[in-house]
């Protein structure tokens, strides 16, 4: 009965390194959100994925940030040349195809980047 | 474009007074849903209700209460005779379109409730 899992839960990056971020959806869930909470703000969304296609990609950086949902696999939320402010909470959020009419997502307890 | 504003920043209560957060939004779409997520000090977010834009029904679960106002677009939130453990930030969202068919969801700034002892 696992719910949504994210890993790693905390992350500590220098400036210039590189961020993975990896979510596994709930089981029989084929859509996977990406959502950013910076410090003292609401979650943004970034990213919606369904399995290997990249569906929405409006609220993502356009530099240094991809994201992807292989066949077999999590999600990763991929992070390059992480500067200060990305240091923020990453939540992975996912649902059913019904689900996913009526914003019925279901959240995992995110990431917590720090870069130094 | 979906927007959420949550005017309160901080609230700060005694434990067992009541207390309303405000949630007000704006969408051009006739179909959308609202939602209300805690996010205890611990970080994750736990989902509380969500309220579909035709149904203006209000809803009572336990010592929480919403208050669905089509007429006013707003979907406040009230928590009775309020406990310590109420402590947190609390966050109302809008869902809006992707592309794909999907909703994603917008969410306000954040109340954040401290409830004394």
């Known amino acids: 009965n696992a719910g949504v899992m994210q890993n790693p839960r905390h992350l500590v990056r220098r400036r210039g390194q590189e961020a993975r971020l990896r979510c596994s959806p709930m089981k029989g869930h084929s859509h996977v959100y990406w959502y950013r909470q910076l410090p003292e703000e609401g979650l943004k969304f970034m990213v919606y994925?369904?399995?290997?296609?990249?569906?929405?990609e409006s609220g993502m950086p356009k530099e240094r940030f991809s994201a992807e949902f292989p066949k077999e696999g999590p999600s990763i939320l991929r992070i390059q040349q992480v500067v200060r402010g990305d240091s923020a909470a990453y939540f992975c959020?996912?649902?059913?195809?019904?689900?996913?009419?009526?914003?019925?997502?279901?959240f995992g307890e995110g990431s917590r980047l720090t870069v130094l | 474009a979906q927007k959420v504003t949550q005017a309160q920043t901080e609230i700060s209560v005694v434990e067992k007074e009541d207390v309303t957060l405000d949630c007000v939004y704006e969408t051009r779409d006739t179909t959308y849903y609202l939602f209300w997520y805690k996010q205890p000090p611990s970080g994750e977010l736990v989902f509380l209700i969500r309220r579909n834009s035709f149904d203006e029904q209000n809803e009572i679960s336990g010592r929480y209460s919403w208050n669905f106002q089509k007429s006013t677009s707003s979907f406040n939130f009230t928590i009775t005779a309020s406990q310590v453990v109420d402590s947190a930030v609390y966050f109302c969202?809008?869902?809006?379109?992707?592309?794909?068919?999907?909703?994603?969801?917008?969410f306000g700034k954040g109340t954040k409730l401290t409830v004394n002892p």
């Open positions: 959020a996912s649902s059913s195809w019904t689900g996913a009419k009526t914003g019925e997502l279901f």
């Open positions: 969202a809008l869902s809006g379109s992707l592309q794909g068919g999907s909703e994603k969801l917008v």
């Open positions: 994925l369904q399995k290997e296609n990249i569906i929405d």
